[in-house]
């Protein structure tokens, strides 16, 4: 099991969730299961994130640990 943070707009595709656990061994498992529970909105701001594994950018096929902490950064705006 993974705990999984999700921020801005990638938390509110996830219906308002900030942290939700996930049971995967890599990345693209999570991803998976997080589209599988949220949905194509959800599937769409995946499409531009960045995905980092305990404080570290990593890509789709990264193994996961179990107790890792996943977190779904999506591009940031502002000024």
Request: proline share 6%; hydrophobic share 50%; aromatic share 6%.
């Given at each position: 099991?993974?705990?999984?943070?999700?921020?801005?707009?990638?938390?509110?595709?996830?219906?308002?969730?900030?942290c939700?656990?996930?049971?995967?061994?890599?990345?693209?498992?999570?991803?998976?299961?997080?589209?599988?529970?949220?949905g194509?909105?959800?599937?769409?701001?995946?499409?531009?994130?960045?995905?980092?594994?305990d404080?570290?950018p990593?890509?789709?096929?990264?193994?996961?640990?179990a107790?890792?902490?996943?977190?779904?950064?999506?591009?940031?705006?502002?000024?």
């Amino acid at each position: 099991m993974v705990t999984v943070l999700l921020f801005g707009p990638a938390r509110d595709a996830a219906r308002g969730a900030s942290c939700v656990e996930v049971d995967a061994s890599d990345v693209a498992g999570v991803t998976d299961a997080l589209v599988d529970r949220f949905g194509e909105a959800f599937a769409a701001v995946l499409a531009s994130s960045r995905i980092w594994v305990d404080d570290e950018p990593v890509t789709g096929d990264a193994p996961l640990d179990a107790g890792a902490v996943v977190s779904v950064l999506p591009p940031v705006s502002g000024g």
